[in-house]
């Protein structure tokens, strides 16, 4: 079982729902990003999602595009990247690890090379954003060689065909993207989005992870209600972005705003059970 | 002429039809776009699909392009630049004489006449030096659609007149100040509208690059310049041409005039790149000849990258041809070895443009001056009886300034 699997089948046990942060490796300088993976992790986080800086983030909103160019400012490449993930395995050998990036860099290492080297380092998850099923068969088959878990984006405007193929391709979890848009853009509608995730488990057992528009406890615990994982990012990044003078105190920041969403999620899920409870 | 568009996408070359179904070209080209594209992609597949065989979108596409463009464009033999250079005659592809002075409008019509049979209501656009930004404005001030055109800050700059035109045309014109602010960031700029607004906007790529079907739909638009230059040599001189030259940045006029003589094996083909300072010192454009493959902006092409992966700046004194990646067809004629690519220094196109201006009263566009600098190289080479055409991509105008600055002149 992977880690993600097992991560996924103890939240199930425990009935709760998965938080799953994200930053970008590097921003806003090198030397931050394992100490805030495990004040992430302290905080109440399941699974971290570590950004590989690109110079070209077509998917991404404004937030994240500046954490990539601090990133790119270091060089911070997907080598230091993996590298990162290695030290922090040093003191966590239990949360997953989740890559998300875009293909290039990627490619320019190989993608054996890049398969070894990820598990090499701690890696559990690989999200390539401008990777659809349609090409991915060379990067999956290298991935799921090195029992790395591809993850794939589901969206608002996937038929449930392609929805069928992204499943067969995917593996730990899947990930919907709650609207069109970018990262960081405007706020969800959940009301949508559950009727979305509901098509989506009629063609998957995959747990599903819900991101894009979630910006702080009120939307992660409405999201927690319906989702098998909440994904935030660029509320994060923004975090982080605004300590970026004073970099020490990011994580304190970081864990704050963390452990409000995680208590929110945690709180509305316990109700959303004892509702139906007492509804029964 | 209107059935031409289907008949000559269909034209398989040595026995291949390509792109294949998913918009190959070899190991080229594809569809690598976040999931959100994916729909919106495959709707306008099958939208161009079936509107290319469709003869009453052919015969406005005629239409427009005769009647608003201005084509046919003239193919003229420059006997006195030829008689200057010595060696073979050379042949000019008027494209600077259409309607907004570049051959971008044979795409942006195209492309605009699509988009409103798709009820689509919103045009979008990204632009380097603001020809494509243009030919895009005025097809959307004609058909009284919204347009949004994203440019880098960096090319605002360089470019203030196309801006002013764009803004007369009644298009927004949204700097962009990601990245290197220039054409590529523009471009990941307009990605980012096309997702967030994908029910009611058309984005109008200008030139054969990007995820699938966008290469494919946008030669097909531009080869009415070798169609017509291929009908003109026959006519004019009564033979086909030796060679073909045209400058390549993202490369849409260049495949535009070849395309219809791929299956000519006797034409040689070459497609010129910007050598900036020159290949050696790295500020260049010119991915064929001095990058490697890789994938951005939805398709997998040759590349100016990093070790890491990273896209890196690009350097030209042509905005137009200031771009990291080239069209994914173009890296599989490359490596087929179907046509040769060359580079052309800012110094040599420079010449060439000066060269041609007062010899044959022709201002040409530093882009297609790239490609004339590499006729002068080509021409002596070859006996007087050979003939090459060379696509005059765009008219010099909006480039006068670029030249003052660079030679010490202020206007």
């Not at chain 2, 490609?371 to 002068?376: G, K, Q």
Request: charged share 20%; with cysteine; net charge negative.
């Amino acid at each position: 079982m992977s880690r993600i699997e097992q991560c996924f089948a103890q939240l199930r046990a425990q009935g709760r729902k998965a938080l799953i942060p994200y930053v970008t490796a590097g921003d806003p300088q090198p030397d931050v990003t394992v100490p805030l993976l495990h004040a992430m992790v302290a905080a109440g986080a399941d699974i971290v999602e570590l950004g590989v800086p690109f110079s070209d983030p077509m998917a991404d909103g404004p937030v994240i595009q500046r954490a990539s160019e601090r990133a790119l400012a270091h060089h911070v490449s997907l080598r230091d990247v993996l590298g990162m993930v290695r030290e922090f395995r040093r003191r966590d050998d239990v949360t997953p690890v989740v890559l998300m990036g875009y293909l290039n860099p990627v490619e320019m290492m190989g993608y054996e090379a890049f398969a070894q080297a990820a598990q090499a380092a701690g890696v559990d998850g690989v999200l390539t954003v401008d990777l659809p099923p349609e090409e991915a068969a060379g990067l999956v088959d290298a991935l799921r060689s090195r029992q790395l878990d591809p993850i794939f984006l589901i969206a608002p405007t996937s038929t449930l065909e392609r929805i069928e193929r992204i499943c067969a391709n995917a593996s730990g979890f899947v990930y919907y993207v709650s609207l069109k848009g970018v990262t960081g853009a405007a706020t969800l509608d959940v009301a949508s989005v559950a009727a979305r995730l509901a098509q989506i488990r009629e063609v998957t057992s995959l747990p599903v992870g819900v991101g894009f528009g979630i910006r702080d406890a009120e939307s992660a615990a409405r999201v927690a209600a319906i989702a098998d994982a909440v994904v935030v990012g660029s509320a994060l990044v923004k975090t982080v972005e605004a300590g970026a003078g004073r970099p020490q105190e990011i994580a304190g920041h970081l864990r704050l705003q963390l452990g409000e969403m995680r208590a929110a999620m945690d709180n509305a899920v316990a109700d959303a059970v004892k509702h139906r409870l007492r509804g029964k | 002429m209107s059935k031409q568009i289907s008949q000559t996408a269909t034209a398989p070359y040595a026995g291949q039809l390509l792109p294949d179904a998913s918009g190959h070209f070899g190991p080229y080209g594809g569809r690598f776009v976040a999931e959100t594209l994916m729909a919106p992609l495959e709707e306008l597949r099958l939208a161009y699909e079936r509107f290319r065989g469709d003869a009453e979108f052919l015969q406005e596409l005629d239409d427009d392009l005769r009647q608003y463009v201005g084509r046919p464009s003239p193919l003229y033999h420059a006997a006195r630049w030829s008689a200057r250079i010595g060696g073979a005659q050379v042949w000019l592809k008027r494209e600077d004489l259409n309607h907004t002075g570049a051959h971008k409008i044979n795409n942006t019509i195209g492309q605009a006449l699509l988009a409103r049979r798709m009820g689509k209501t919103r045009i979008i656009a990204e632009t380097g030096a603001g020809q494509h930004g243009v030919a895009t404005a005025t097809v959307a001030a004609r058909l009284g659609l919204e347009c949004v055109v994203y440019m880098g800050a960096v090319d605002i700059e360089r470019q203030a007149a196309n801006v002013f035109r764009m803004k007369l045309l009644g298009a927004t014109v949204v700097p962009v100040t990601s990245g290197s602010k220039t054409l590529k960031d523009a471009l990941n700029e307009a990605m980012r509208d096309w997702v967030t607004n994908i029910d009611n906007t058309f984005y109008i790529i200008g030139t054969v690059a990007g995820p699938h079907p966008y290469p494919a739909m946008v030669r097909d638009f531009q080869c009415v310049i070798g169609r017509e230059a291929r009908e003109q040599i026959l006519r004019q001189a009564g033979r086909l041409p030796d060679a073909l030259v045209a400058c390549v940045g993202g490369g849409s006029n260049a495949i535009g005039l070849f395309y219809p003589f791929l299956n000519d094996d006797g034409v040689v083909l070459y497609g010129v790149e910007a050598a900036g300072a020159g290949l050696e010192s790295g500020q260049h454009a010119a991915p064929l000849c001095a990058g490697r493959p890789g994938v951005l902006h939805g398709n997998r092409t040759y590349l100016m990258e990093d070790d890491d992966g990273q896209i890196i700046e690009t350097h030209s004194i042509s905005a137009g041809l200031d771009y990291p990646g080239v069209g994914p067809e173009h890296a599989w004629l490359k490596d087929s070895g179907r046509a040769n690519y060359i580079a052309i220094t800012d110094d040599e196109a420079l010449q060439a443009f000066h060269d041609l201006t007062r010899i044959e009263g022709i201002i040409p566009a530093l882009e297609s001056s790239h490609a004339l600098a590499y006729v002068t190289k080509l021409a002596p080479r070859l006996d007087r009886d050979k003939i090459i055409i060379v696509n005059l991509s765009g008219r010099g105008d909006k480039d006068i300034h670029t030249v003052a600055t660079r030679e010490g002149i202020r206007l």
